[in-house]
């Protein structure tokens, strides 16, 4: 949530939220939904950019392509 992020900022984590619009809770899960899709390739690279920043040699087991 949106309260979680800014606490996690204070703290100096890097962190980042999204508010998406007229879709339901957790639409992630949901593979029919256009924004699912979207959603998950978006998360994906958020982790993938962070893992590489951080020089750590971890492979991630879902292609966000």
């Known amino acids: 949530s949106l309260r979680a992020v800014e606490r996690a900022r ?11 619009l007229d879709v339901p809770h957790a639409f992630p899960m949901f593979g029919m939904l256009r924004e699912s899709e979207q959603c998950r ?3 994906a690279a ?4 962070r ?6 040699n971890i492979s991630l087991p879902i292609d966000p392509a």
């Open 46 to 49: 958020f982790i993938t950019e």
């Open 41 to 43: 390739t978006e998360m």
């Open 10 to 20: 204070l703290q100096g984590i890097d962190a980042t939220a999204k508010v998406w």
């Open 51 to 56: 893992i590489a920043a951080s020089g750590a």
